[in-house]
């Protein structure tokens, strides 16, 4: 028991209970007891077993698309199930409410890139704010920038450390001949961070996108001929640009081979089947998304982000500084 005397519990939507689950492992505390469903016109509902008042609670919900009862779930339906947990635990009378999002739905929609466009990032922070959220912890940012969206603390993990350490682990003995590529000129802090953490060189491939879902490689900055090569980024949605980056790198730049790693796999419509007819040889994601349990694709490889989410939930609750996670 800490100084302000709360508890700490741990409830979860339909989004990600696997990793709630195993957010709960590693801090030693059991799962709340609550219900979270719809009813048969589609109105989400909760239900929450067990006194919160008081309580120090974490609502892991990631926004993204679901399946449960083998019915296919959007990221609308993941969105408006954090809103009313959080409604719902205020109302409770929890005494600190903390979303934990591994990942953030909308956050590509960060600014206007036309006219009368929304910013649906925004709008999405104000909701959880107002739902009564009183802090947010979550992973890897498309935009760091949407930090700023919230009038509430927000603390953005990366990622990147569970790949450092992996990568550390495959190519310990074949560093030298190993480069990092960022896959479009936007991720390149990102990769020069991952890079530096690796002490591996650095290259970037230059693409041109014409339209949303699509891009076309120009060129690649940097020379990967006869190099292993680690492509970073932070999310995958379709799979084209992170094919068509790594096909430009073994036929443009004579790369030996590819390998890929995101903190999101949302892998919607042909993403599955591009990767896996691609040239990349593995690709890594966090389960800040949980795997679709229909698909199945041997290039596909998740590691586990509950030790990093517990070790924050532990700060957080100790009133302690994250920092120390962020190295």
């Known amino acids: 028991m800490i100084a302000h005397g709360k508890d700490i519990k741990v409830i979860t939507g339909n989004s990600n209970p696997g990793l709630a689950r195993d957010i709960c492992k590693e801090l030693g505390a059991p799962l709340g007891n609550s219900e979270v469903g719809a009813f048969s016109d589609g109105e989400n509902f909760v239900s929450i077993y067990e006194t919160v008042r008081g309580s120090d609670v974490f609502v892991v919900q990631s926004t993204c698309s679901f399946v449960k009862d083998g ?30 999002i591994p990942y953030f739905g909308y956050a590509r929609q960060d600014r206007k890139t036309k006219p009368r466009d929304p910013i649906s990032a925004k709008l999405v922070a104000n909701l959880i704010t107002t739902a009564g959220a009183d802090r947010v912890l979550t992973m890897d940012l498309h935009a760091n920038q949407i930090q ?6 927000v603390d953005n993990m990366l990622g990147s450390p569970i790949f450092v350490d992996y990568f550390k682990r495959k190519f310990k003995d074949d560093r030298e001949d190993t480069m990092v590529v960022s896959p479009d000129v936007g991720s390149v802090a990102r990769a020069r961070a991952f890079a530096q953490k690796l002490n591996m060189p650095l290259a970037i491939v230059d693409k041109r996108r014409q339209k949303a879902n699509s891009s076309e490689v120009m060129n690649i900055i940097g020379d990967v001929r006869g190099k292993r090569v680690i492509l970073l980024d932070d999310m995958v949605d379709t799979g084209g640009s992170l094919c068509h980056a790594a096909k430009a790198l073994v036929d443009i730049g004579g790369a030996k081979d590819v390998t890929a790693c995101a903190t999101h796999g949302i892998l919607s419509g042909p993403a599955v089947q591009r990767i896996q007819d691609s040239v990349l040889d593995e690709v890594i994601f966090l389960n800040t998304i949980p795997p679709k349990p229909d698909v199945r694709c041997d290039k596909i490889r998740y590691i586990s982000v509950a030790h990093l989410f517990a070790e924050a939930i532990s700060h957080i609750y100790m009133e302690t500084s ?3 996670l962020f190295l």
């Open 148 to 153: 700023g969206f919230f009038d509430i603390p």
């Open 71 to 100: 019915k296919v779930s959007s990221v609308n339906d993941a969105l408006m199930e954090l809103l009313i947990m959080i409604d719902a635990l205020k109302r409770a009378s929890a005494g600190r409410i903390t979303a934990v």
């Open 322 to 324: 994250v920092s120390p």
